[in-house]
């Protein structure tokens, strides 16, 4: 009687697209904020985000954008 040998090498793992949608949390992350910091940016404007549902979403591009305004700001002052 033989024993047989089974290949139990790790199935190829397959790459997640990138989010389109940031939580609140993870694009206060991403700025290396504080959740309140974040939720005041988006309540006066300044970070760009939309509710779907009762949802606060932040799009994945929207911390870049503030970002880059922040800085053109102040290389203009």
Do not use: N, W
Request: charged letters at 25%; hydrophobic letters at 45%.
């Amino acid at each position: 009687m033989s024993i047989a040998t089974v290949d139990i090498a790790p199935l190829a793992k397959v790459a997640e697209p990138a989010p389109v949608l940031l939580t609140v949390e993870e694009a206060a992350r991403s700025l290396r904020i504080g959740r309140t910091t974040c939720f005041s940016l988006i309540r006066t404007g300044e970070l760009e985000s939309l509710t779907i549902g009762g949802l606060r979403r932040v799009p994945a591009d929207a911390p870049a954008a503030y970002l880059a305004r922040r800085r053109a700001e102040q290389h203009a002052a």
